[in-house]
């Protein structure tokens, strides 16, 4: 069975730091990794997903994650936040293929930026 | 641009009531999905639906939920009696995919149910 943790439940920055939140799966078989925001009493929206290639992944609004297999991680980046980026974001995996693709979330890290 | 569509988007009610939600998917999406946030968590997958047919529900809590995609377009999920641990945000997100890929899953505003 495929498992996410989320080590941080929340997550302040100041405006225009960068931040990087965290994120490890477990899992005995190949997964695809997902990250997705959530903006309050919204549905989730996707940032970027990881299903083959490049370990490097650039998604929208200026995040990145970088897949790293050894570590079983899946980290998400932003250089530079803005006020706007305050919202719940979420990993996910999936372990694909077959009848079922149900997406298996970590708990949720909320990225507070202050001004 | 296409979106799944939810409602309502709350929904108050008493304990042992009956409570009901329906989804909308994306046109031409053939896979929708349950999903129960509850708070300060992730959400998790209480049925999933190809076309018509039932793919997972094995999290579902047959003895007080169902959920019916009739003609495999909108959805209904149902909650018969309401409990209290039952408040949660009810997300419906649908898919393109039927095959052995990975399809990105497309997520509504979600229904934001309180028992009381």
């Known amino acids: 069975a495929q498992s996410v943790t989320q080590l941080d439940s929340q997550v302040p920055v100041f405006e225009e730091a960068p931040v990087e939140l965290r994120c490890n799966y477990s899992?005995?078989?190949?997964?695809?990794l997902f990250w997705y925001v959530q903006y309050p009493n919204q549905g989730l929206q996707l940032l970027l997903k990881y299903l083959s290639g490049s370990t490097l992944v650039k998604g929208i609004n200026g995040f990145e994650a970088e897949f790293n297999k050894s570590q079983t991680s899946f980290h998400l980046r932003k250089p530079s936040v803005h006020i706007s980026d305050t919202a719940e974001y979420f990993c996910a995996v999936t372990r694909g293929g077959g009848a079922t693709n149900k997406l298996i979330f970590g708990t949720g890290t909320l990225l507070a930026v202050q001004p | 641009e296409a979106e799944v569509a939810q409602s309502p988007r709350y929904k108050i009610t008493e304990k042992s009531q009956a409570v009901a939600f329906w989804c909308d998917p994306i046109s031409g999406h053939a896979t929708l999905y349950w999903y129960r946030q509850i708070l300060g968590q992730g959400p998790e997958l209480l049925v999933q639906?190809?076309?018509?047919?039932?793919?997972?529900d094995s999290q579902l809590p047959k003895d007080r939920f169902s959920a019916e995609r009739l003609k495999g377009v909108d959805s209904t999920l149902k909650i018969q009696p309401a409990e209290l641990g039952d408040s949660a945000m009810y997300l419906c997100a649908s898919s393109s995919g039927t095959g052995t890929g990975v399809y990105e899953q497309y997520f509504g505003p979600g229904t934001r149910l309180t028992v009381t």
């Open positions: 899992s005995s078989v190949s997964v695809y």
């Open positions: 639906f190809q076309d018509e047919s039932v793919v997972d």
